[in-house]
């Protein structure tokens, strides 16, 4: 399904398929990332004093900011394979 101009992702569609477009990725690699963008205010990181450690992420207003932007990144994603099957070369 195609979004309109107006419409947005919410995080369950933005997340739906997201395991095929991002490679398999190690713990260590993962929380570097996260550190990263948390140290760039992209997002904040909240730690829960508990057996086991429990670590929550949420976008900063920053990063809340970049919103728009990865909604017409995943519009483009969407429209993306249909452009791709019409410029495929016809075999007949």
């Known amino acids: 399904m195609l979004l309109g101009k107006h419409d947005h992702h919410t995080p369950v569609t933005a997340a739906t398929g997201i395991e ?13 990332q996260l550190r990263q963008l948390e140290q760039d205010g992209i997002v904040a990181r909240i730690v829960h004093a508990q057996v086991p450690p429990k670590v929550e ?14 909604d017409e990144l995943l ?16 075999t007949a």
């Open 75 to 90: 519009a483009w994603a969407e429209r993306r394979p249909l452009l791709k099957r019409e410029e495929a070369p016809s």
């Open 57 to 70: 992420y949420h976008l900063t207003d920053l990063g809340q900011s970049l919103c728009p932007a990865f």
């Open 20 to 32: 095929g477009a991002i490679p398999a990725i190690s713990q260590k690699m993962l929380i570097q």
